[in-house]
T-cell receptor, first 114, second 118 residues
Framework: ELKVEQNPLFLSMQEGKNYTIYCNYS?????LYWYRQDPGKSLESLFV?????AVKQEGRLMASLDTKARLSTLHITAAVHDLSATYFC??????????????FGKGTLLTVNP | GAVVSQHPSWVICKSGTSVKIECRSL??????MFWYRQFPKQSLMLMAT?????????EQGVEKDKFLINHASLTLSTLTVTSAHPEDSSFYIC??????????????FGSGTRLTVV
């Protein structure tokens, strides 16, 4: 059974600082997703990483994937208050027939303080 | 981009009644739809996967007779919570995907339904 571990689960940052969220997974997969969730809302897609070595950046967020290490990182640069949210990584895996499914990490609650 | 509409956004029902939640892919045909449940301050847990015209595949521990899933067309899936009880109160989220060339191009999530059973 695929396990997805995120850390840290809670992250309190000061504005302007940098930090990294880690996502480890237990079985082979070439596809990993990062999502943002604001309180009471559904998921917003941030990044889709489709191969080993993939790196994607959007604004102050940068995500990378190392399939050999089964590790993805979400790096936050010069955090601002608007980045406060819960961030989830999710790993795609074959579930039978012609289906795949996402397995989510527990999420990282990020709070950016002034 | 791909859009998935989920309705209603929130619903309050009495214990013992049934509630139906709709999930529609608006601008693409979804070969597969997924239903998740999320309890407060927890992650998303997959409940079931459904393919158009087929019976849904439920995850271990999910009661298929309680959570009825119908995927009658390539753009509509419904989740019916039957005989709802307070412990069924949760945030339910659907997502849709199109299988192309052997894998999904991505997963598009609905806006979620907050179910409260009183």
């Amino acid at each position: 059974e695929l396990k997805v571990e995120q850390n840290p689960l809670f992250l309190s940052m000061q504005e302007g600082k940098n930090y990294t969220i880690y996502c480890n997974y237990s079985t082979t997969s070439d596809r990993l997703y990062w999502y943002r969730q604001d309180p009471g809302k559904s998921l917003e897609s941030l990044f889709v990483l489709l191969s080993n070595g993939a790196v994607k950046q959007e604004g102050r967020l940068m995500a990378s994937l190392d399939t050999k290490a089964r590790l993805s990182t979400l790096h936050i640069t010069a955090a601002v208050h608007d980045l406060s949210a819960t961030y989830f990584c999710a790993v795609d895996s074959f579930s039978g027939g012609s289906n795949y499914k996402l397995t989510f990490g527990k999420g990282t609650l990020l709070t950016v303080n002034p | 981009g791909a859009v998935v509409s989920q309705h209603p956004s929130w619903v309050i029902c009495k214990s013992g009644t049934s509630v139906k939640i709709e999930c529609r892919s608006l601008d693409f045909q979804a070969t597969t739809m997924f239903w998740y449940r999320q309890f407060p301050k927890q992650s998303l847990m997959l409940m079931a996967t459904s393919n158009e015209g087929s019976k849904a595949t439920y995850e271990q521990g999910v009661e298929k007779d309680k959570f009825l899933i119908n995927h009658a067309s390539l753009t509509l899936s419904t989740l019916t919570v039957t005989s709802a009880h307070p412990e069924d109160s949760s945030f339910y989220i659907c997502s849709a995907a199109l299988l192309e060339a052997g894998w999904y191009g991505g997963y598009t999530f609905g806006s979620g339904t907050r179910l409260t059973v009183v």
